[in-house]
């Protein structure tokens, strides 16, 4: 158990649908990243957040967004999906937000759209 | 931004054999390089990491080396077992502008070490 939670571990959807991505960083990590993996795109980074702001932003679709909340929880919102959608999505977590930048990932979100 | 090259995309050894997986970099200021190993159904976990201050690394039967004129960065997996096949990503840490922390990951290679 690497300490980052991410639910659900597998969601299956239809076109057009719009779903939510959970992920509790480790306890102290106050930066939180989303990445994509899909079979021949490798890692692509989404999004940062940093103590409940944006931080950075990577390629992510204008059908997408994201937050972290107070308790430093965020989620992944993925709306109007397409075809193309289903992925693994990670949830990393990270102390600081630049320096060595260790990141700790989650188990991941299997995302199946029909 | 930075841009990472992983190769070979995919490997496989004898067990017993070493394994080297390659990356080049294109941002000279990136100053922090992490290896990352995914197993089957589970999320890329750290397993070795080296700052631009130093050229070499170990731990145990892993080593990571950097050539920074060069700007690539290798892992080195020696006296490989069955348990070590996975996917290992490299990465590079951005340092200026837009990039600042970001990791940026190169495309995964697919190691297998046969028994």
């Known amino acids: 158990d690497s300490g980052v939670t991410q639910t659900p571990k597998h969601l299956i959807t239809a076109t057009g649908q719009r779903v939510t991505l959970r992920c509790s960083p480790r306890?102290?990590?106050?930066?939180v990243y989303w990445y994509q993996q899909s079979l021949d795109q490798g890692l692509q980074f989404l999004i940062q957040?940093?103590?409940?702001?944006?931080?950075a932003k990577g390629n992510i679709l204008e059908r997408f967004s994201a937050q972290q909340f107070p308790d430093l929880h965020s989620e992944l919102n993925l709306s109007s999906l397409e075809l193309g959608d289903s992925a693994l999505y990670f949830c990393?977590?990270?102390?600081?937000?630049?320096?060595?930048?260790?990141?700790?990932f989650g188990a991941g979100s299997r995302l199946t759209v029909l | 931004g930075e841009n990472v090259e992983q190769h070979p995309s995919t490997l496989s050894v004898q067990e017993g054999d070493s394994a080297v997986i390659k990356c080049t970099y294109s941002?000279?200021?990136?100053?922090?390089f992490p290896w990352y190993k995914q197993e089957l159904g589970k999320g890329p976990q750290l397993i070795i990491d080296?700052?631009?201050?130093?050229g070499e690394k170990k731990d145990q039967r892993i080593a990571v080396t950097l050539n920074k004129t060069a700007k690539h960065f290798s892992l080195h997996i020696t006296e490989t077992q069955p348990e070590d096949s996975a996917v290992y990503f490299c990465?590079?840490?951005?340092?200026?502008?837009?990039?600042?922390?970001?990791?940026?990951f190169g495309r995964g290679t697919q190691l297998t070490v046969w028994p």
């Open positions: 080296i700052r631009s201050n130093v």
């Open positions: 306890s102290g990590d106050l930066s």
């Open positions: 990393a977590s990270s102390v600081v937000s630049s320096g060595a930048n260790v990141l700790t």
């Open positions: 957040y940093y103590n409940g702001e944006e931080r």
């Open positions: 990465a590079a840490k951005g340092r200026s502008g837009s990039t600042l922390g970001r990791l940026y």
């Open positions: 941002d000279s200021a990136s100053n922090y």
